[in-house]
């Protein structure tokens, strides 16, 4: 079984529904033990960082997500809470993986939001995947680049694109709305 965290972001209907498609059932959840028997746990989320972090912490879901041991896959607002610190809403991060969330800088235009290509990628998510393939982002904050960074965009800055650190990986483009490059990322995760 696959689990998708519910908490207080949005976009997990969506990435529900790619999994669907793809042939995948899953459930979306919150209750701490479903998260912990399931043989996949996707983070999704569009959101605000302190906020849903927040109502993580009051329902006991940070501590769950943490010591999940099955692979677990952070996107987007997912991906940048799995992280230190966030300067979006000065929030502190799981820790899990080393980089600290940065707001992008005024000399481009926020939210990047759009396709973009990689200026770098590593397995294991990304096989089957050409640098030159496109992916699609919303964001206004971006994980700084570091030594769990397994792939890397440039819009004004490079950040991580991706993140990977023992089971736990994170992605900072939405696989959901990126079409066959999108779903070709998720199965390399539900794969693995």
Known sequence: MIA???????NIKSVQNSLNRMGYASVVTDDPQTLMEAEKVIFPGVGEASSAMRYLQERGLDEVIINLKQPVLGICLGMQLMCKQSEEGDTKGFGIFNSVVKRFPTTVRVPHMGWNDFTEIRDPLFRNVERSDNTYFV???YAEICDDTVAVCNYGVEFSAALQ??????????????????NEILKNFLEL
């Open 139 to 141: 964001h206004g904050y």
């Open 4 to 10: 998708i965290v519910k908490y207080n972001a949005g």
């Open 165 to 182: 650190k023992n089971n736990f990986y994170g992605v900072q483009f939405h696989p959901e709305k990126s079409a066959t490059v999108g």
